[in-house]
């Protein structure tokens, strides 16, 4: 079984400038969660998607930040315009079922983004 | 709101040799309990998880954990420590509640060091 998908796997870019992220869950998971993990510091979670809809999203900055899972499956994470603050690991997970609280989390490997 | 603190940053411990890694939480009631384990360059793998039942809960590669309610404890344990254990360690909680959102929790991590 293949496991969660993200890409790219490391992004430069410079601030100001937009970027995206793309994650691919688990097929049949029907929970996505977009993490941020700054250096020496556990996950934070961004926001959570029960099937399309988008929920627990209030430690999204919705300013430069925007997320979308179309179809409950993929899901992108962008943010317009960076800031050299946004330099972290971006980490996808995906469970099987939706308002699980107790579910076992999935976690892809992460993309690693610097702003410049 | 709930917190999660790992006191000890780095932990070095010999190959062979036994280890406990620190987590403890502050919530108004249990709330779910989880370990995970991350790889350099990897996500996160979850270790094991705690709702309720049993205080001592074995999980995955001969780690387990002991949940202390008196001292809102959940401390990771292995009685003998092997090379590939060398990792981040994170402990994480989601509060238990009926209905609604949920925000997990996670500690900052703990590194583990392994001397051969």
Redesign the interface.
């Known amino acids: 079984e293949a496991g969660v998908v993200q890409s790219p796997r490391y992004k430069i870019i410079e601030k100001k400038q937009p970027v995206a992220f793309w994650c691919n869950p688990i097929s049949g998971h029907n929970t996505l969660y977009w993490y941020r993990q700054n250096l020496g510091q556990g996950p934070e979670l961004l926001i959570r998607y029960e099937n399309e809809e988008a929920v627990d999203d209030s430690q999204l900055p919705k300013d430069r930040f925007s997320a979308e899972r179309l179809k409950g499956v993929d899901s992108t994470l962008k943010i317009q315009p960076a800031e050299l603050g946004d330099s972290a690991v971006y980490l996808c997970a995906s469970s099987f079922r939706a308002g699980g609280r107790g579910e076992t989390q999935y976690f892809g490997p992460g993309t690693r983004l610097l702003v410049l | 709101a709930q917190s999660?603190t790992q006191p000890d940053i780095h932990i070095t411990v010999s190959e062979g040799a036994s280890l406990e890694l620190r987590c403890n939480y502050s919530y108004g009631a249990t709330p779910?309990l989880f370990w995970?384990v991350q790889s350099p360059?990897?996500?996160?793998?979850?270790l094991l998880?705690y709702?309720s039942g049993d205080t001592l809960v074995q999980g995955i590669k001969g780690f387990e954990a002991e949940f202390k309610r008196s001292q809102s404890s959940f401390n990771l344990r292995k009685p003998s420590v092997h090379w590939s254990d060398a990792a981040e360690y994170?402990c994480?909680v989601?509060?238990?509640r009926s209905g609604g959102?949920?925000?997990?929790t996670?500690?900052?991590?703990t590194s583990l060091i392994v001397h051969p």
């Open positions: 999660v779910y995970y360059g990897q996500g996160l793998q979850l998880k709702f994170f994480a989601v509060p238990i959102s949920y925000i997990p996670f500690g900052r991590g």
